[in-house]
Nanobody
Framework: VQLQASGGGLVQPGGSLKLSCEVS???????IAWFRQAPGKEREGVSC????????MYAGSVKGRFTVSRDTTKNTVYLQMDNLKLEDTAVYYC????????????????????WGQGTLVTVSS
């Protein structure tokens, strides 16, 4: 199963970006999580959405600013990022987890079955 992340770029503080994660398999079989890794820092779980779309979680650092959603007809999960801050600069990755119930999702990286390549988000004035 392939995951393709896209949508990164350069944005000013306070701006918005929307990332996409296209999965080569039905989202009904995959809970999707977003992670990010800033230079010199450990990878951080950002958000996740369960296989049935009913369970969504956010890291405290992005809650209220980021929104995860999905389009099952396109097998694509989105991460809408608003009010971006300098500290949101990172390479963003999407990953999938297949185990667990349909309402389960996780942002723990050791629980992920496979990963997409990253997309770079740079927040700078």
């Amino acid at each position: 199963v392939q995951l393709q992340a896209s949508g990164g770029g350069l944005v000013q503080p306070g701006g918005s970006l929307k990332l996409s994660c296209e999965v080569s398999e039905s989202l009904n079989y995959n809970a999707i999580a977003w992670f990010r890794q800033a230079p010199g820092k450990e990878r951080e779980g950002v958000s996740c959405i369960s296989r049935d779309g009913r369970k969504i979680m956010y890291a405290g650092s992005v809650k209220g600013r980021f929104t995860v959603s999905r389009d099952t007809t396109k097998n694509t999960v989105y991460l809408q990022m608003d009010n971006l801050k300098l500290e949101d600069t990172a390479v963003y990755y999407c990953a999938r987890r297949t185990a667990g119930g349909s309402t389960f999702c996780s942002t723990q990286d050791h629980m992920m079955a496979s990963w997409g390549q990253g997309t770079l988000v740079t927040v700078s004035s």
